[in-house]
């Protein structure tokens, strides 16, 4: 490993620089996933929808069946008053007649409870759908709002971002060529993280005990020492 004087406190300032770094970027990509869009307003957009369509439909066979029922109406005093007419003598018509008036009474019958009960369904759904529309008008308020803010905080980030950027890059100026490979390198290999401080007599990384000549040399000496269990470049915080 390399030597020299600056290296100590050049890598804890890396080191410090990339945990924030990369608190930040993570940051960033949530904050992106979080404004596509709200999962919570699209069930609701769905659920109006539905209720709507469910509400027109009810509505229309209400409609037909009204309909139904008013020419059924015509038909059977149409019916009654030939009856009444005196026009048919044969018993037998008049007896047809009769009965076809009584089938078209109870088909009218059963026409208009079907009605009724559509009546009271439009009823219970346009209060339902009445009351979802209220929700989806607040979900949706809030929802602006909430992209708002994701988006002022992705316009800080950003910039913490960029600065950060710039701050490692004046960083990596200051480390030597095979120093800074190490840094990578360690980093790439070690899930982001190259440098461990430690902690008393731990490395604050992997929790290992670290002998007393190595501790004496990572704080007496400029030489970079490595824990010798997860192999991080061990430092000691200033
Ligand atoms: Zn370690």
Same mark, same amino acid.
């Given at each position: ?10 890598l ?7 945990? =924030? +770094? ?16 709200? $999962?919570?307003?699209? $069930?609701?957009?769905? #659920? ?9 439909? $009810?509505r229309? @066979?209400q409609?037909? %069946?009204? %309909? @139904?029922?008013?020419s059924? $109406?015509?038909r ?6 030939? %009856?009444?007419?005196?026009e048919l003598s ?6 047809? !007649?009769?009965?076809s008036i009584?089938?078209m ?10 009605s009724v009960e559509? !009546?009271?369904m439009?009823?219970? =759904?346009?209060?339902?759908l ?9 979900v949706? @308020? ?10 002022? @905080?992705?316009?800080q980030?950003?910039?913490? +971002?960029?600065y ?15 120093? %800074? ?16 401080l430690l902690?008393? #007599? ?14 004496n ?9 490595s &824990?010798?269990? &997860?192999?991080?470049i ?5």
């Amino acid at each position: 490993m390399g030597k020299d004087v600056n290296a100590k406190a050049a890598l804890l300032k890396m080191h410090e620089i990339d945990s =924030l +770094y990369d608190k930040v970027r993570r940051r960033i990509l949530r904050l992106n996933k979080a404004a596509e869009g709200s $999962t919570e307003l699209e $069930t609701l957009r769905e #659920e109006v929808d539905s209720i709507d369509q469910e509400l027109q439909g $009810t509505r229309t @066979e209400q409609q037909d %069946l009204e %309909l @139904e029922s008013r020419s059924l $109406t015509e038909r059977i005093r149409e019916s009654e008053s030939s %009856l009444m007419s005196g026009e048919l003598s044969n018993p037998r018509e008049l007896e047809a !007649l009769q009965s076809s008036i009584d089938s078209m009474k109870e088909h009218r019958t059963d026409l208009e409870n079907r009605s009724v009960e559509r !009546l009271v369904m439009v009823d219970s =759904l346009q209060a339902t759908l009445e009351n979802k529309q209220n929700n989806l008008v607040r979900v949706e @308020e809030e929802w602006t709002n909430r992209k708002n803010a994701l988006e002022t @905080e992705f316009e800080q980030r950003k910039k913490e +971002y960029l600065y950060l950027k710039r701050a490692r890059e004046q960083v990596a100026e200051m480390l030597s060529q095979e120093n %800074l490979e190490m840094y990578e390198h360690l980093r790439r290999r070690k899930n982001g993280v190259a440098v461990a401080l430690l902690e008393d #007599e731990i490395c604050g990384a992997c929790h290992t005990q670290v002998a007393v000549g190595i501790l004496n040399n990572i704080r007496y000496s400029d030489e970079l020492l490595s &824990c010798p269990s &997860c192999g991080r470049i061990l430092l000691t915080e200033v």
